[in-house]
């Protein structure tokens, strides 16, 4: 699984910061199609995912 440049220096920034929480690296692809099935204008909550939530961001259409 490829970590996309966005995410990968998220998690650097995070661990500089003492932030070890994340979620792990396989959730990131599912975070970001579960984002993506969000209509537009949809809200979306925050449940803590960490820098896992740079993965939608970092994501490439396919």
Known sequence: MSVPE???Q????AGL???GTSCE????PLLA?????????GRVP???AGT???WP???TPR
Do not use: I
């Open 6 to 8: 966005s995410v990968r």
């Open 10 to 13: 998220a998690q650097q920034r």
């Open 17 to 19: 910061r003492g932030f």
């Open 25 to 28: 690296d396989p959730a990131g």
């Open 33 to 41: 199609v579960l984002a993506a099935a969000v209509p537009p204008g």
């Open 46 to 48: 925050e449940l803590g």
């Open 52 to 54: 896992g939530t740079a």
């Open 57 to 59: 961001a970092g994501m």
